[in-house]
């Protein structure tokens, strides 16, 4: 809502909401700035987020998770760019969203890209914050419901898919999104096994043989059940 430029604010919220936080939503709706709230109906993450999908009017939509906030230009700069789907770097802050965690954070760059060799490799390199085109959100039919809430259904399953469907890519080389890394509940933190398991259906889908499956789980496993920078210390 404090973006250099109008944008529609669509937030998807859970049943269990809490009032408190609805009485913030309820007095943000009354300022004189867009934004609308629903309630989840469909079961899980992928649910939520082809909820918000379909209740967005703009012909652009990207994706801000619970956690996390944006810089104020990240919207403004990510339509400059005219790709189906326009990826930045973010920043990785500590849970308290004040200190920043630097081997945590992404740069990334067009030329590392475009130099990777299959559309895994793409998926897994683009981050957050994502700005998609809407016609192609459709044509890809969003998130897949499918496969379960496992992390990367938003950032890398669905960018795979996109992908798949031919979607242009433009990197913003800017830390625009700011991803708040805690111990509180998240999809990171559930079981790992099950995780690992999602993934597979992932790979599966995509066509992977399971032979090849194996060094994809073991590089996204790593950071399976813990938040990520305990994953950092431990390796240290």
């Known amino acids: 809502m404090r973006q250099t430029v109008p944008a529609e604010v669509v937030v998807v919220c859970s049943p269990r909401t809490c009032a408190k936080n609805w009485g913030t939503l309820r ?5 004189p700035r867009r934004l609308r709230t629903c309630v989840q109906k469909g079961d899980g993450f992928a649910a ?24 104020p230009d990240a919207v403004e700069k990510c339509l400059a760019c005219d790709g189906d789907i326009v990826s930045t770097g973010f920043t990785c802050f500590a849970g308290n969203g004040v200190d920043e965690f630097e081997s945590l ?26 700005l998609f085109r809407a016609a192609k959100i459709v044509e890809a039919a969003g998130l897949d419901e499918s496969i379960g809430d496992a992390p990367g259904i938003d950032d890398y399953d669905f960018i795979w ?24 509940q998240r999809l990171t933190l559930r079981d790992p096994a099950e995780q690992a398991g999602n993934l597979v259906r992932i790979l599966t889908k995509h066509g992977i043989r399971p032979e090849e499956q194996e060094e994809i789980v073991r590089r996204h496993s790593a950071w399976f059940g813990k938040p990520l920078h305990r994953v950092l210390t431990d390796a240290q």
């Open 48 to 71: 939520a987020i082809n909820q918000g999908f379909r209740k967005a009017k703009g012909g652009r939509i990207g994706l801000l998770l619970s956690d996390d906030w944006l810089r």
């Open 27 to 31: 007095a943000l709706e009354q300022l």
């Open 161 to 184: 898919t996109l992908l798949e469907h031919g979607a242009r890519v433009s990197i913003i080389e800017e830390r625009l999104y700011c991803y708040r890394d805690h111990e509180g």
């Open 105 to 130: 954070s992404s740069d990334p760059r067009c030329t590392v890209y475009h130099d990777l060799a299959t559309l895994e490799e793409k998926a897994f390199y683009l981050t957050h914050f994502f």
